[in-house]
């Protein structure tokens, strides 16, 4: 019996005519962190959305803890312990810092819909809140709408959101995308920190962050994954650097 | 430093404030009659406050939930029209007391909110709002359609001071329309505070956030579908308690109740009022009793300026006047009111001389083509004008575009020290951010 937290088999996805996804196989195990690595226009994103209910799938089968997930909406597959961010910043605009990341929370925390308490009685909540808002750095920005915080406040916040609600399994959309080396820094070692235990799958370009934060690394090329296997050995595929590694490490050796 | 002693940095004595604002707000409501001391007044603050119950209802789904309805007259319609039968029922001998009767027509907005608001709430966006236009304009249809419940065009009758029970047997049978009022006043009191409650709830927070972002709602865990469909039910249930207030207040239900122009004028005034602030709505009706009562009396052209202000609003300030109202709270709060005191006033004073070249204008124009057989003087803020002299349209435009330019120029003057202010309280909360550990 399959006990991975997430399994893709076979999953397709075309838009109109033209296929994105051509075919993906991915399982991946429980506290696992896969960085998911490929050129743009690969279809990174495109395979988070299929995993997380934004899109269906053409074909194939993706599986949540064996529970197979497709054809459920995002919602759904969100309360079965899955949690994503996205690559283009997705948060609440006018609600505040505090109120984002408590909303975030709100229905893993077991309120759901429900209207006959005040929020402000929710103290292990507000203190929960309180505390990631802390860890990402943001409790000066408590009180400030979501809309007028800066592109990296922004960026915290929208993993804030991501990680709030406790999933288990959680998909970073390019979460370093345009910061400073030392937010990067500080950022890859607050991810590592909140998802202990966790099932990760990041969308990373920064190649120091890649080898430094992944048991494994997919290799997604033209909709295909092309390796998926331990830093070193993807370091040493023939294949990855001939499309894709070859010319990304030289250039950051070039930078270097 | 210790958690403990972190703490007080977000402590805000908002408590206290809260004390003063609700307990100020039920002594005004109390005293109000008492000012008013005309008949003519207190029936006017009838109307208010039931408006004001269905605005903030109103607000429930435009400002709280992004939700652009057209068709709310017709939750608090249909409360009005169950709850003229249930008062029917109570002549009848039901063993209801008539204070009561919001209430059953509370029930009722709920139940139709859970029917209709299955079909709308299944859309979003610009498809929501279409789709309560469409069963706005079907109940409507309906409500001509069955004259048995409706009345036709006369629409129901019925009497408030029929029933019995201990407080009847006391005086209170409202025969009278200070006891409808205070009745109203109860009402308001405790549906405002009810619907503010709701805004502080994980629901009433929700709303919010599928508002801001419906896409980010679904993927931390909520069917934005079911939060829309139970605020659409609560919204109709404050509306409904508005109807059952109006069959009370009016002894009669009319089919205009659930009419489109109905619902079309709690979003406008819901609008000028401000949905961004949850007072706002109680301002918007104090406007839509203020033109629909005394400015139809002071005016044929009412609609005219309404549809003006409006205009001007959305452009202007989409915020409405509670906005307006709390970007100057700000102001005062960071002490930067002050410096705006003379391009205000110069802006009220030439804006009024505007104002008044404008009207003349428009009376002129409206006692020549529409009004004519009751010749062509119509007076102006007292000052009369004769309409078929071209003079009187040379001094009317002339003081217009007097007003209008003067007004420019301080309006320009405003604007600077305006955004002179707005610098200075961004640095100041600046400094403030940077003081918290
Ligand atoms: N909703 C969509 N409709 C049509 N084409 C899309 C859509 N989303 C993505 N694509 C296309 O799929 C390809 C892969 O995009 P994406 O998954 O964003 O790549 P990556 O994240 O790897 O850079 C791109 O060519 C993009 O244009
Ligand atoms: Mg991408």
């Known amino acids: ?256 | 430093m210790s958690n403990a002693a972190m703490k007080p940095l977000h402590f805000k004595p908002l408590n206290g404030v809260r004390i003063v604002v609700w307990s100020a707000f039920a002594v005004i409501l109390l005293l109000l009659p008492v000012l008013a001391r005309s008949n003519f007044a207190v029936t006017l603050l009838c109307l208010t406050g039931i408006a004001a119950i269905a605005c903030m209802s109103y607000n429930m789904l435009l400002g709280q939930a992004g939700m652009l309805s057209f068709g709310h007259a017709v939750y608090t319609g249909l409360g009005a029209f169950v709850a003229i039968h249930a008062m029917n029922k109570i002549g009848g001998g039901w063993p209801i007391p008539m204070w009561m009767i919001p209430l059953v027509a509370g029930f009722a907005g709920l139940g139709f909110g859970a029917l209709l608001g299955f079909v709308t709430t299944r859309k979003a966006g610009t498809p929501f709002s279409m789709i309560t236009l469409g069963v706005g304009e079907l109940v409507f249809a309906a409500a001509l359609m069955f004259p048995e419940f409706f009345g036709g065009e006369a629409g129901i009758n019925s009497n408030r001071t029929a029933g019995s029970g201990w407080m009847h047997g006391l005086g209170l049978n409202f025969g009278g329309q200070i006891q409808v009022y205070y009745l109203i006043a109860i009402y308001l009191f405790l549906c405002t505070a009810a619907m503010y409650a709701f805004t502080q709830t994980p629901l009433g927070r929700i709303a919010n956030a599928v508002r801001d972002n419906a896409e980010r709602a679904e993927f931390v865990g909520y069917d934005t579908r079911w939060v829309r469909y139970l605020i659409v039910m609560a919204s109709s249930f404050f509306a409904g308690i508005a109807g059952g207030l109006t069959a009370i207040n009016f002894e009669a239900a009319t089919a205009d109740l659930v009419h489109g122009t109905r619902s079309g004028g709690y979003l406008l005034f819901t609008f000028l009022g401000g949905v961004g602030f949850f007072f706002g709505p109680i301002i918007g009706a104090v406007l839509l009793i203020f033109s629909l009562v005394v400015l139809s009396e002071l005016t044929k052209a009412w609609q005219l300026y309404v549809g003006i202000v409006f205009l001007i609003m959305v452009v202007f300030a989409p915020g409405g006047i509670s906005s307006l109202l709390m970007l100057n709270l700000r102001r005062i709060k960071y002490g930067e009111w002050r410096k705006m005191r003379w391009p205000y006033a110069g802006m009220v004073f030439f804006g009024l001389i505007a104002l008044w070249g404008f009207a003349a204008i428009v009376e002129m124009a409206y006692q020549a083509q529409v009004a004519a057989g009751s010749g062509s003087v119509v007076t102006v803020a007292r000052i009369p004008m004769d309409a078929s002299v071209l003079a009187s349209w040379l001094i009317a435009a002339a003081v217009l575009l007097f007003g209008g330019i003067c007004f420019e120029i301080w309006r320009r003057k405003f604007n600077k020290v305006w955004g002179e202010g707005e610098e200075r309280i961004a640095e100041a909360i600046k400094k403030a951010e940077a003081a918290i550990v």
């Open chain 1, 1 to 256: 019996m399959s006990t991975y937290a997430l399994e893709l088999s076979n999953v397709t996805k075309s838009f109109g005519k033209t296929a994105i996804i051509r075919g993906v196989n991915l399982a991946v195990n429980k506290g696992e962190r896969v960085a998911v690595i490929g050129p743009n226009g690969a279809g990174k994103s495109t395979l988070f959305n299929l995993i997380s209910g934004r899109f269906e799938p053409t074909s194939g089968s993706i599986k949540l803890h064996g529970n197979e997930i497709i054809g459920q909406r995002p919602y759904e597959i969100s309360r079965r312990g899955l949690a994503r961010s996205f690559q283009i910043t997705n948060i609440f605009s006018r609600l505040s810092v505090f109120e984002n990341l408590r909303c975030a929370a709100l229905f893993s925390s077991g309120q759901k819909y429900s209207f006959w308490k005040p929020l402000s009685k929710l103290t292990e909540l507000n203190d929960r809140t309180e505390a990631l808002m802390a860890s990402l750095e943001l409790k000066r920005r408590r009180d400030v709408p979501a809309s007028l915080l800066t592109y990296s406040e922004q960026r915290a916040l929208e993993v804030g959101l991501t990680i709030a609600g406790g999933g288990d399994v959680i998909l970073l959309d390019e979460p370093t995308a345009g910061m400073s080396h030392s937010e990067t820094d500080r950022f890859v070692h607050l991810i590592r920190k909140v998802t202990v235990g966790k099932t990760l799958l990041t969308v990373e370009h920064d190649m120091g962050v890649v080898f430094g934060l992944a048991d494994r690394i997919a290799v997604l090329v033209y909709g295909e994954v092309i390796a998926f296997d331990t830093p070193d050995k993807v370091r040493a595929d023939a294949k990855v650097k001939e499309a894709y590694l070859g010319a990304v490490l030289d250039a950051e050796g070039a930078h270097a």
